[in-house]
């Protein structure tokens, strides 16, 4: 086994790795926010924010993402007239499919909260955008912290599925330098254990929140 072909090409897959995490940082920060808004739209008692809110969950729940990624990628310069650059059509990709997962989270931690908190709220005079700002979603959003930690690794592995239309992310690169130098075992073996050890860091920070949040609750 050749390691010095993992030496000499470090620089060229670690930038690979730096796009991956900004690919899964601003897919976690949009798909977080996006997800906030369907979450509450799915749980509003109007027909007009609930009915579109459960669609869009549910079609993209039931889709792979690399569909998604070809969708987009594909269908832009049919529909503007421009093709979209690799980036922006992964950002967008992984945002609008990411939401679906993050609101169902999102729902679910709303969910756990008493209801009692919520009426003594709008008995204090405060209005259902001030009630879900400052009581229910402080407190949802901190009971379900480690679903989304662990969703956040879900997401970090699954930037590695823009490979497919072309973005440079970090398996990409793994792949073009095989290409050259023909040493698959070693090169994917390189980076199978950098997805293992920042995956097991994510899985174990979830634990721990997780734990943390057990002997809150005692």
């Not at 402080?138 to 989304?148: D, S, V």
């Amino acid at each position: 086994m050749d390691l010095s072909v993992i030496i000499h090409n470090l620089d060229f897959m670690l930038g690979g790795l730096v796009l991956t995490f900004q690919l899964a940082l601003i897919t976690i920060a949009g798909g977080l926010l996006l997800g906030i808004l369907l979450a509450m739209a799915r749980l509003s008692s109007k027909p007009w924010l609930y009915y579109p809110a459960t669609l869009y969950i549910h079609f993209f729940r039931g889709l792979p993402l690399i569909l998604v990624i070809f969708w987009l990628y594909f269908l832009s310069p049919i529909i503007t007239g421009q093709s979209m650059d690799e980036f922006l059509a992964a950002v967008v990709s992984f945002i609008v499919f990411e939401a679906a997962y993050f609101a169902e989270i999102i729902r679910a931690g709303i969910q756990s909260i008493s209801t009692g908190q919520s009426m003594a709220a709008y008995a204090s005079g405060l209005t259902v955008f001030q009630c879900a700002r400052h009581v229910i979603l402080p407190q949802a959003l901190r009971n379900m912290t480690p679903a989304l930690v662990t969703q956040a690794v879900v997401i970090f592995q699954d930037t590695s599925l823009a490979y497919v239309i072309g973005l440079r992310e970090f398996l990409r690169r793994v792949n073009l330098v095989d290409a050259r130098e023909a040493r698959s075992v070693e090169l994917y073996l390189f980076a199978g254990l950098v997805y293992f050890l920042i995956c097991s860091a994510g899985a174990l920070i979830s634990h721990r929140l997780e734990n943390r949040l057990q002997r809150d609750w005692v």
